[in-house]
């Protein structure tokens, strides 16, 4: 229905501001509206400016006078340069003969309307309200992307966004959609306007609070100078933090908030607001959407439900990424179903690898990880999981030294040195050399630091994820890329507990593990922090022969494959006796 206004409007004469034309439909629409209400008096009618002759210059008149009484009228500033006086009539005439014009929010913000950063579907801000379900008769949307939301509430709204001219599309909701909408231009980080009024020193708290903050905003916020003392994890240039610290300070019971799926699993500032959220009991559940359902933005993202009269001390993780939740509407991914996605969570339903309840002491065992890969498994997954109960575990980083790779420039002269990647991994045994090589002139002194030693355990974690490695004896200096965690025992027996630590992260229970901890999807990693905190098993000296034996018959095995392999490349080079 949008789309088919664009068309009509740009039929207009091509000089026609088609931004300054849909303005200019919806807000005569409203007028027409307000006149027909009896809410402005007879000669300043729809009817009566429409019934004569129509000018531009008697138009402009017309809306000076109605914005002395008529709130839309003050938002609304009327660009003669835009139109003539053809263009002008065929706009009311388009008026008057639509019965019902396409939402204000799909018109302004959805499609081709450009107003905001991104704007959020009308399925994501229909699931925002239903996640809230609460009986208050108020809630507040502060950092809006859209106004999609108002669709699917009649609550009273109180909405904030700094985006300027949002105003004019909040009074057009009001009016044409018959909405409540108190909104404030405002910067709520700098400067909050919904406060207290028994108490100016406080924050007006709001029952039920839903938003959609923008993603990765960076600005200036001065932490120290909020009155308010809402800012206790914020620090840097990237506002997401200080936005749902924002949200917290304004939330009295349940807020529902979009956020990217990496604020379930970055470390820094942001894992210490999940710490905080968990420790609180505040978290009720994780909901992961599938990606690309965003127009205007391939980044994931993911609903955090935040309810601070949770009873319970769990949190219900459910991940809508699966195929049976999406289809295909054209070129966009849309739900098949709400109702089915909200009875998983309000009935708070547990579904093999779709929802899991999990306790949060277990999500603190996890380091404040809210990943949703690493609570909502498989059965399969569970039973490999369950295998691990049978040894003693230790955190990784108890028994070795873990580091990430840094990167090394090549000078063109200086050291020569092997640089590893996953793909040079041998399938079986040791990693002794690679194709890759660098020169390091300037560089040499930070090679001690990195250079790989035998018997290091090499573990892809960025970008492919999971592959394994072990060096072996070395006669030429040789350091792993960035995509490689090394670990590197620390025992008097490193070889044989570094070839059973090898063999266990090859096993399919060691890699079942290692996907559990994987974050992101357009670069899939592991973070390092997760790698040391990773509870491995504490193998007997005769687990440590038997995976020792296993290690040398694997290697015989692809010696065995290579050997056929060749005699097969033998055979058909030898085509009827022709070498």
């Known amino acids: 229905m949008v789309n088919e206004l664009y068309k009509d409007l740009d039929k207009l004469k091509s000089y026609v501001n088609i931004e300054e034309a849909l303005k200019l439909v919806y807000v005569t629409k409203a007028w027409e509206k307000l006149s027909r209400n009896g809410e402005i008096t007879d000669n300043l009618t729809f009817e009566s400016f429409y019934n004569q002759k129509v000018d531009l210059k008697k138009l402009a008149s017309t809306f000076e006078k109605l914005a002395k009484q008529i709130k839309l009228f003050k938002l609304y500033s009327f660009d003669l340069k835009s139109f003539d006086n053809d263009n002008l009539i ?27 950063d991104y704007s959020v579907s009308n399925q994501i801000a229909e699931l925002g309200v239903n996640l809230l379900d609460g009986k208050s008769k108020e809630i507040y949307v502060p950092f809006t992307n859209g106004f999609a939301y108002t669709k699917y509430t009649d609550k009273k709204i109180f909405a904030d966004f700094q985006l300027s001219k949002v105003a004019l599309v909040v009074e057009l909701i009001n009016i044409l959609e018959d909405k409540d909408i108190k909104f404030e231009e405002t910067d709520s980080l700098q400067k909050p306007t919904f406060i207290n009024e028994n108490a100016p020193h406080l924050l007006k708290e709001f029952d039920l609070v839903l938003s959609f903050p923008p993603f990765g905003k960076k600005g200036k916020l001065d932490v120290s100078k909020d009155k308010f003392h809402r800012f206790n994890f914020q620090k840097g240039s990237v506002l997401d933090v200080a936005h749902i610290e924002h949200i917290l300070a304004q939330t009295k019971f349940k807020a529902v908030v979009l956020m990217p799926v990496g604020f379930t699993y970055r470390g820094s500032t942001e894992e210490k607001v999940r710490e905080h959220l968990v420790n609180k009991n505040y978290l009720e559940a994780v909901i992961q959407l599938p990606p690309n359902l965003h127009s205007a933005t391939s980044i994931e993202t993911t609903f955090f439900v935040i309810n601070k009269q949770k009873e319970n001390e769990e949190v219900h993780f459910i991940n809508l990424k699966d195929d049976s939740f999406i289809t295909r509407d054209g070129r966009k991914l849309v739900f098949k179903s709400l109702d089915n996605i909200l009875d998983i969570y309000k009935n708070k339903k547990e579904i093999d690898s779709i929802a899991s309840i999990v306790n949060n002491d277990e999500i603190a065992k996890n380091n404040y990880s809210l990943a949703i890969d690493r609570y909502v498994i498989s059965k399969e997954a569970k039973e490999l999981q369950k295998s691990l109960e049978q040894f003693e575990l230790v955190e990784l980083e108890k028994i070795a030294d873990i580091k990430r790779s840094q990167l090394f420039k090549d000078e063109g002269e200086g050291l020569e040195i092997y640089e590893l990647s996953p793909s040079d991994f041998s399938k079986a045994g040791f990693t002794l050399e690679c194709g890759k090589t660098k020169q390091i002139g300037s560089q040499e002194k930070r090679l001690s630091t990195y250079k790989l030693e035998p018997f290091d355990v090499l573990l892809s974690t960025k970008g492919t994820i999971g592959k394994v490695g072990i060096i072996g004896e070395i006669n030429k200096p040789m350091m792993a890329s960035q995509a490689i965690q090394v670990i590197r025992i620390q025992s008097e027996d490193k070889k044989e507990k570094a070839i059973a630590l090898y063999m266990f992260f090859k096993s399919d229970l060691g890699q079942t593990i290692l996907s559990s901890l994987v974050a992101g999807v357009a670069m899939p990693q592991i973070a390092t922090a997760e790698i040391k905190k990773l509870k491995v ?20 095995m692809y010696n065995k494959i290579i050997l056929f392999e060749t005699n097969i490349q033998q055979i058909h080079n030898n085509f009827l006796g022709n070498k």
Do not use: H, Q, Y
Not at 90 to 115: E, R, T, Y
Not at 539 to 555: M, R, S, W, Y
């Open 537 to 556: 098993p504490l193998f007997t000296k005769d687990n440590e022969k038997e995976l020792f034996l296993n290690f040398n018959n694997e290697i015989e």
């Open 90 to 116: 065929k706009i009311l005439g388009f008026v008057k003969n639509i019965d019902k014009l396409p939402s204000v929010n799909d018109a302004f913000f959805l499609d081709k309307g450009k107003m905001g």
